[in-house]
């Protein structure tokens, strides 16, 4: 099983606003765990984890989003502007064990 971890860092105002947004994206993929907002570390803070079975699991997942299907327009179009909303992001995987 793999871990995956986005992580934002939202302009000041934005992280709970972000944080709503990919809840009501991600509540019902089948992969979501949770959505996470930082108390301490670095402001403005959002992770978002998901879990997959596999890389190849993962990459499968990425490659349904990236066809026109009547989910993916709609999440496409509740994301759209959602770039606004933070300064930088990264994506982590880790290797459960």
């Not at 930082?38 to 190849?56: A, D, P, Q, R, W």
């Not at 994301?79 to 992001?89: A, E, L, N, Q, V």
Request: proline share 2%.
């Amino acid at each position: 099983m793999i871990i995956v971890q986005d992580t934002f860092i939202c302009k000041p105002g934005n992280a709970s606003k972000l944080a709503k947004l990919f809840k009501e994206i991600m509540n019902d993929r089948p992969e979501h765990l949770n959505i996470l907002t930082g108390i301490s570390g670095e402001f403005n803070k959002v992770v978002m984890l998901s879990k997959y079975e596999s890389i190849t699991a993962y990459e499968h997942s990425y490659d349904e989003y990236m066809q026109d299907s009547e989910e993916v327009k709609r999440i496409k179009e509740k994301m759209k502007g959602y770039h606004d909303m933070y300064f930088t992001g990264s994506r982590e995987i880790y290797q459960v064990w």
